[in-house]
């Protein structure tokens, strides 16, 4: 019984865990698909491939730095 007692509280933090780094990261998509989008519509000198390009790269390095952190941030907090 012991040995249950003692892994719940840690699957609970796992699961706080990934649920708020699931959270950024599909909020990340999300917005990166949209900068993506724009930046293509708004493109008006024939580089849309480009731009494209651009909010790609842009956007999935601000989405894994910032999923990252809260990863990080939130291993920390859990840690004993």
């Given at each position: 019984?012991?040995?249950?007692?003692?892994?719940?509280?840690?699957?609970?933090?796992?699961?706080?865990?990934?649920?708020?780094?699931?959270?950024?990261l599909?909020?990340?998509?999300?917005?990166?698909?949209?900068?993506?989008?724009?930046?293509?519509?708004?493109?008006?000198?024939?580089?849309?491939?480009?731009?494209?390009?651009?909010?790609?790269?842009?956007?999935?390095?601000?989405?894994?730095?910032?999923?990252?952190v809260t990863?990080?941030?939130?291993?920390?907090?859990?840690?004993?």
């Open positions: 019984m012991e040995g249950d007692a003692g892994t719940t509280p840690t699957e609970k933090e796992r699961h706080l865990l990934t649920s708020r780094v699931r959270k950024n599909a909020i990340g998509l999300v917005i990166t698909a949209v900068i993506a989008s724009l930046s293509v519509v708004i493109a008006d000198d024939g580089s849309k491939a480009e731009e494209f390009r651009k909010s790609l790269i842009i956007g999935f390095s601000v989405t894994g730095a910032v999923t990252a990863w990080l941030l939130q291993r920390r907090r859990s840690a004993p």
